[in-house]
């Protein structure tokens, strides 16, 4: 019997519960507010190690990582769908997923309002000035309004990484480092 594909699997688990925390929201006219608190809990994500290693682990029993949810919720001012969203993917022992819903729903979001979704990655946080001249480099280039999800990632040294649809663009100083050392050892 062949094993599953964890990451499709974790998709699945993602697009499902965004799918259904958006129609959700778009029913209770909700989706603005549910995308600030999207929003704000990533950013705590973000920048916190040990608030990503809670939500990937296993080792917390549902009850622990409801409890725990309910807190951090609170703490950041997060109510209502989101925050019942958070209590049920917990309850359900499906924070594993949580990055992969935020994401899903961004997407669906950005679908609904005939926007294109792009995912960046930067070694340091973006200006307001600086995500605002990618949108408009990426609006030329697409032809629609751009939602960016950005993620910051410092292991990439500089520049960008940007997935819009199943483009890639990687101009990470990693990347170039890689090349370099493979050319460098295919001379020599």
């Given at each position: 019997?062949?094993?599953?594909d964890t990451?499709q699997l974790?998709?699945g688990v993602?697009?499902?519960y965004?799918?259904s925390?958006?129609d959700?929201a778009?029913?209770?006219?909700?989706v603005?507010s549910v995308t600030a608190d999207l929003?704000r809990?990533?950013?705590?994500?973000?920048e916190?190690a040990?608030?990503?290693?809670f939500?990937a682990?296993?080792v917390?029993?549902?009850?622990?990582?409801?409890?725990a949810?309910?807190?951090i919720?609170e703490k950041?001012?997060?109510?209502?769908?989101f925050?019942?969203f958070l209590?049920v993917v917990?309850?359900?022992?499906r924070?594993?997923?949580?990055p992969?819903?935020?994401?899903?729903?961004?997407i669906i979001?950005?679908n609904h309002?005939g926007e294109?979704?792009?995912?960046?990655?930067?070694?340091?946080?973006?200006s307001q000035?600086?995500?605002?001249?990618l949108?408009?480099?990426?609006k030329?280039?697409?032809g629609?309004?751009?939602?960016?999800?950005?993620?910051v990632?410092?292991s990439i040294?500089?520049?960008?990484?940007?997935?819009?649809g199943?483009?890639?663009i990687d101009?990470?100083?990693r990347?170039?480092?890689s090349t370099?050392?493979l050319?460098?050892?295919?001379?020599g």
């Amino acid at each position: 019997m062949p094993v599953a594909d964890t990451s499709q699997l974790t998709s699945g688990v993602a697009e499902r519960y965004a799918s259904s925390l958006f129609d959700l929201a778009i029913e209770q006219g909700a989706v603005d507010s549910v995308t600030a608190d999207l929003d704000r809990f990533q950013a705590m994500l973000d920048e916190s190690a040990d608030l990503k290693r809670f939500v990937a682990s296993p080792v917390f029993s549902a009850e622990d990582q409801l409890k725990a949810i309910v807190a951090i919720s609170e703490k950041a001012g997060i109510s209502g769908f989101f925050a019942n969203f958070l209590k049920v993917v917990a309850r359900n022992r499906r924070l594993f997923a949580l990055p992969g819903m935020i994401k899903a729903f961004r997407i669906i979001a950005a679908n609904h309002r005939g926007e294109v979704s792009a995912e960046v990655t930067s070694a340091h946080a973006l200006s307001q000035a600086q995500e605002t001249e990618l949108k408009v480099a990426l609006k030329s280039v697409t032809g629609k309004d751009v939602t960016l999800a950005v993620t910051v990632d410092p292991s990439i040294l500089g520049g960008l990484i940007v997935k819009v649809g199943s483009r890639q663009i990687d101009t990470s100083l990693r990347t170039k480092l890689s090349t370099l050392k493979l050319a460098l050892k295919e001379v020599g």
